[in-house]
């Protein structure tokens, strides 16, 4: 069951991750500061350097170590398996009729909960690299079928957290 989870969270981290990825790439063409790299001074010390501003600033958000596409995908699964938990224990015991207000310290530790468990599934000893180099080996279909159950992963988890709504006690 542990690896299962592992495997998932991996599989979801690895689809935010690739998600970022090109909507970063896509920004690339858009960015007005790109263009920055064309102005010959700055492309002159860029080229005295060997790499240029574009270089420069795909492996700041493209690292799989340290780039900000990283951190940023591995906020949103944690962000995700958040409100996966907080749906979930709420729905839980609005069947066993149980109503409660939710406080900021229980969203709290919903989310210190989902940070342990994502640290130790896929953060720790970075876990991701191995998983990112299996499935950068996979079929493009399978990456499409990955994609797409961790899109209803997200759908599922949020649906959930707003149905949970439905058991906050009638004030």
Not at 26 to 38: E, H, I, T
Request: net charge positive.
């Amino acid at each position: 069951m542990k690896e299962r989870v592992e495997l998932w969270l991996n599989i979801i981290h690895y689809c935010f991750y690739k998600a970022e990825y090109k909507r970063h790439m896509l920004s690339n063409k858009l960015n007005p500061f790109v263009l920055l790299g064309r102005i010959p001074v700055v492309k002159r010390k860029f080229k005295e350097q060997g790499t240029t501003l574009l270089d420069s600033t795909n492996k700041i958000w493209t690292d799989k170590r340290l780039g900000f596409g990283i951190m940023i995908s591995g906020g949103a699964l944690a962000g995700i398996v958040t409100f996966l938990l907080w749906g979930f224990v709420s729905t839980f015991l609005g069947f066993l009729n149980v109503y409660f207000l939710v406080k900021p310290t229980y969203v709290f530790a919903y989310a210190i909960l989902s940070f342990i468990l994502c640290y130790y599934s896929v953060f720790k000893g970075d876990k991701y690299v191995k998983y990112f180099k299996k499935l950068d080996k996979r079929s493009r279909s399978e990456k499409w079928r990955y994609a797409l159950l961790s899109l209803l992963f997200v759908v599922g988890s949020v649906a959930l957290w707003l149905y949970s709504f439905r058991f906050l006690p009638k004030l």
